[in-house]
């Protein structure tokens, strides 16, 4: 079974980056793209990239100044920066499998609050 | 890149069956036929309902059906029941290589 799980810091201040890291178990990193999707409080989703591990990477046109995702395929792990954070970062994240052009596995998410 | 427009609620009584829209451009919705669809209980992860517009993963229900004409793209569940109550949300490939979400439709079941 797969198996996603985000982690990092829960608060970052403004003007800083926001790094975070999704483990992912139960599947080899490198046999699937990956993404990362965020949903501010009480709105709806953004996608923000996704990346295979050999270096294909997209990212969404919007955020694509401020953003760099990466994977480490000896930690099985999918990472994300967001540099130059605002209030409006303030979302929960998740990582996801992309396959078959869905995202059909997902983190339970994390929630990153922008705030001095 | 502008999210697909969908209701914000919709809503039905056991057994009935509902229809959630989902309207894009000839940017996305129009350009592929790779429309999904999620849906999310509260505080939980979403989960994906459809894929390529009509395909259904294994392990969800028959009730499920998805559909697309020109722009819009469409999920239709049958047989409303109350645990289908959640938050819907479609999402389409783009021409711009990226993805994009719609803003989500509230189901209650009556």
């Known amino acids: 079974q797969v198996e996603l799980q985000e982690s990092g810091p829960g608060l970052v201040k403004p003007s800083e980056t926001l790094s975070l890291t999704c483990t992912v178990s139960?599947?080899?990193?490198?046999?699937?793209?990956w993404s990362w999707i965020r949903q501010p409080p009480g709105k709806g989703l953004e996608w923000i990239a996704y990346m295979y591990y050999s270096a294909t990477t997209k990212y969404s046109p919007s955020l694509k100044s401020r953003v760099t995702i990466s994977v480490d395929t000896s930690k099985n792990q999918l990472s994300l920066q967001l540099s130059s954070v605002t209030a409006a970062d303030t979302a929960v994240y998740y990582c996801a499998r992309y396959d078959r052009r869905s995202f059909d596995y997902w983190g339970q998410g994390i929630l990153v609050t922008v705030s001095s | 890149q502008s999210a697909l427009t969908q209701p914000a609620s919709v809503s039905g009584s056991p057994g009935q069956s509902i229809t959630i829209s989902c309207t894009g451009t000839?940017?996305?919705?129009?350009?592929?036929?790779?429309v999904s669809w999620y849906y999310q209980h509260p505080a939980k992860a979403p989960q994906l309902l459809i894929y390529?517009?009509?395909k259904r993963p294994s392990a969800v229900s028959d009730r499920f059906s998805g559909s697309k004409s020109g722009n819009m793209a469409s999920l239709t569940i049958s047989g409303l029941q109350a645990e289908d109550e959640a938050d819907y949300y479609c999402s389409s490939y783009t021409t711009s290589s990226s993805w994009v979400f719609g803003g989500g439709t509230k189901l209650t079941v009556l």
């Open positions: 139960g599947n080899p990193i490198t046999s699937y793209y």
């Open positions: 390529d517009v009509s």
């Open positions: 000839s940017s996305d919705i129009g350009a592929y036929n790779y």
